[in-house]
């Protein structure tokens, strides 16, 4: 009988997130964490829920040794799914608080996640472990009044390439990767869409997408994110994107 899998997803409430804890519960050797600041039990022994806000560093702080939990895991997965589109604005019209809060949870919040991550497993080689960064391709390209979206998500990227550097110059055996879930129909396109077109300018082609039903669902990226941490090993760069494989 194989040793059960931990996956600790965050943003597990909505979205990608929600579907992706869905679709880990159908395998009856998986348990998982969600984390989310709206999250609720499931009726299933093997979901723990965290109701947390991930932006207040005292309340991770708080719930950390919640999140990782010790155990005779086979597998162990983080996927940092939590995040935030933000202010939709240019830089001098944006408030300070939500420029804050954009980098605390896309960012900070992660960060501080892997670190509690690897600092707990590290020497648990026996297990397979993994941590699943999800970016954005906004990451790569400058979009007005995204600044600081696009910015906390290229931070991600080079942090899961750092991070990954340093499993393999550590020899701890854990796989790192950012992955870009495609633009999926969740409630952040949502907020895109109710954008002022003086404060970002694809507006037109964003609404579009949703007209034309050209966005991708939270269970087809959820699926795809699945696929990764089935068989990592077929995946041989940090910098992934659901749509290329």
Not at 222 to 244: N, T, W
């Amino acid at each position: 009988m194989s040793k059960t899998a931990l996956y600790i997803v965050t943003g597990s409430s909505k979205g990608i997130g929600k579907a992706l804890v869905q679709q880990l519960l159908k395998d009856p050797n998986n348990q998982v964490i969600g984390v989310a600041r709206s999250q609720e039990q499931l009726k299933n022994p093997r979901f723990k829920g965290l109701a947390m806000d991930l932006s207040n560093l005292q309340e991770i702080l708080k719930n950390v040794d919640a999140m990782f939990p010790s155990g005779d895991f086979g597998k162990i997965a983080l996927v940092n799914n939590a995040g935030w589109i933000g202010e939709i604005e240019h830089l001098g019209k944006m408030s300070p608080e939500s420029i804050y809060k954009i980098f605390a949870l896309n960012t900070i919040s992660p960060t501080i996640l892997m670190n509690a991550f690897i600092e707990k497993y590290a020497g648990l080689k026996e297990a397979e472990r993994l941590i699943v960064n999800i970016s954005s391709g906004a990451a790569k390209k400058a979009i007005d009044g995204w600044a600081c979206y696009s910015s906390s998500k290229a931070a991600i990227n080079l942090l899961s390439e750092a991070a990954a550097l340093e499993a393999e110059l550590d020899e701890s055996g854990i796989r790192v990767f950012s992955v870009a879930p495609g633009v999926v129909d969740t409630a952040m396109q949502s907020d895109i869409r109710a954008a002022d077109k003086k404060s970002f300018s694809l507006l037109d082609k964003f609404v579009g997408l949703k007209e034309n039903k050209l966005l991708s669902t939270p269970d087809h990226s959820a699926s795809k994110l699945i696929a990764l941490m089935e068989e990592p090993e077929r995946f041989k760069g940090v910098l992934q994107d659901v749509r290329e494989y």
